[in-house]
């Protein structure tokens, strides 16, 4: 039961990541206007995913170090937004999205549906990060 909710909320999560490209796209807002607000989501999505290292570590007595490195997409996201603008941005969070999905596969103890789904959101972010540098 949990996975339908997990499957469908994941790519709840994805109607921002596509639709901004796309309203780029279709000219109905500027870029700017649709790189500003990609940005903004991008950012605020890497910060949540940091939440899944807070709980593994909190399930984890033997994980001090994660909770430390659960804030680090937060920290990440909000140096990104705070001193870089348009490609620079872009191609930072996706980086960020990506060496986050590495270290899910190294660090977290999940099990291997959330692993897998996690896989195909990224994939699926990366591709608008690329949609969104091409439309810039």
């Known amino acids: ?31 700017y206007e649709g790189v500003a607000w990609f940005t903004i989501y991008s950012a605020l999505i890497l ?15 033997s994980s001090v170090s ?14 990104v937004l705070l001193f870089t603008q348009g490609a620079t941005t872009l191609i930072l969070l996706k980086v960020s999205f990506l060496a986050l999905l590495f270290y899910d596969f190294r660090q977290l103890q999940m099990n ?14 990366i591709g608008c990060h690329i949609a969104m540098l091409w439309l810039s």
């Open 66 to 79: 994660q909770l430390y490195i659960a804030m680090l997409p937060s920290i990440t996201a909000f140096t």
């Open 1 to 31: 039961m949990m996975t339908k909710h997990m499957n469908f909320l994941g790519a709840a999560g994805l109607i921002p990541f596509a639709g901004l490209p796309l309203l780029v796209l279709m000219q109905l807002v500027s870029v």
């Open 47 to 61: 910060s949540f995913l940091g939440g899944i290292h807070w709980y593994d570590a909190l399930n984890r007595t």
């Open 112 to 125: 291997a549906h959330y692993l897998r789904l996690r896989t195909l959101l990224t994939g699926v972010v």
